[in-house]
């Protein structure tokens, strides 16, 4: 294992500490309790929104804290849920008056302890809804949910409804389009080779050198299934028809098209595969009104790509286009 880390229990603290040192303008980070704060939170008036799941996905979550997206953001340890003490924290630190939106990835973990961390901020008198995500068209159940994953519209849907949130909308709004956007998205990831956690010190599942992984988690988890490596344009069709016809995407409509590294590809190979995927929803008269690519939802280093298309209208275009400043994203600012 090669790593730029010192000790790998300290890995998720150090790289906290980093990143207030680097940030301190957008961010403080509260290490008793392991999570990233905008700096100045609370902000009265306006919805809190948080996050959270297990570190090794990096810049997701903490790198989207900041103005115009996350409130707050609660790192686990690598690949492992944050507990509810560090989720009722974060909602603490954000409650500006006006409730708190939980954005939850759907994994087991992390929507248990979600919930828990509601329930106790409930009982202290501030106000919570819940969304969780599940835009993984891959696999209906994995090793780590019941139902859908929930991965790239996880960005996303980050970033629109903090949009959202920044123009003072009351919790219900701000969470009723939470839920309009985790509707309109899809997605779906391949890998080209494992990653290795720093505890484990060694790849989590192996393939061969011509193999792939199709339909691939975040986690490393087994996907649709496992076949001989393709040309990008193979690869993008066999993820990229799955996302339209789930969503039913037909001529005429406007979609955000995401291409996503998974942390150890190139951005030459992710705009080739942008290019395929142009090329795909062009053939189906479907326009690409906005765009992401580059690593925004990883797996350490794991070499691979995800796509995620979201159906766009003009209001969710008008909070997507809306000012950024976070380590991971700044426009409009």
Not at 96 to 120: C, P, Q, R, W
Not at 215 to 231: M, S, T
Not at 302 to 327: F, K, Q
Request: charged share 20%; glycine share 12%.
């Amino acid at each position: 294992m090669k790593k730029l880390i010192n000790r790998v229990e300290d890995a998720v603290k150090e790289e906290l500490a980093g990143m207030q040192a680097l940030h301190p303008e957008l961010l403080r980070v509260d290490f008793e309790n392991q999570i990233v704060v905008r700096a100045d939170a609370p902000v009265r008036g306006k919805v809190g929104v948080i996050s959270g799941g297990g570190s090794g996905h990096e810049p997701m979550h903490g790198g989207f804290v900041g103005r115009g997206m996350l409130d707050a953001a609660c790192p686990g340890e690598v690949f492992t849920s944050p507990v509810p003490d560090q989720m009722l924290a974060a909602t603490r630190a954000v409650n500006g008056g006006s409730g708190v939106l939980h954005i939850v990835k759907n994994y087991t973990g992390d929507v248990l302890n979600f919930e828990m961390a509601a329930e106790l901020a409930g009982a202290e008198g501030i106000e919570v809804e819940s969304i969780v995500t599940n835009d993984d068209v891959a696999v209906q159940d994995s090793l780590y949910t019941a139902g859908r994953r929930g991965v790239g519209v996880t960005v996303l849907l980050e970033k629109i409804v903090g949009g959202f949130a920044e123009t003072g909308a009351p919790l219900a709004d701000v969470a009723a389009l939470a839920r309009k956007v985790n509707d309109q998205g899809r997605s779906m990831g391949m890998a080209l080779t494992s990653c290795v956690v720093p505890a484990a010190g060694k790849p989590t599942f192996e393939l061969g050198e011509d193999e792939m992984e199709i339909g691939i988690g975040i986690h490393g988890e087994p996907g649709r299934r496992r076949v001989k490596l393709a040309p990008a344009s193979e690869i993008t069709e066999m993820l990229a028809m799955p996302i339209i016809e789930d969503l039913g995407l037909k001529s005429g409509e406007r979609v955000l098209a995401f291409v996503n590294g998974m942390g150890g590809t190139p951005l030459i190979e992710l705009y080739i595969v942008a290019n395929e995927l142009a090329k795909i929803l062009r053939g189906r008269d479907i326009t690409i009104a906005r765009s992401l690519i580059g690593n925004y939802i990883t797996s350490l280093e794991m070499a691979g790509c995800s796509i995620t298309l979201l159906r766009l209208n003009d209001e969710l275009i008008r909070y997507w286009d809306a000012p950024v400043h976070t380590p991971a994203l700044r426009w409009g600012v």
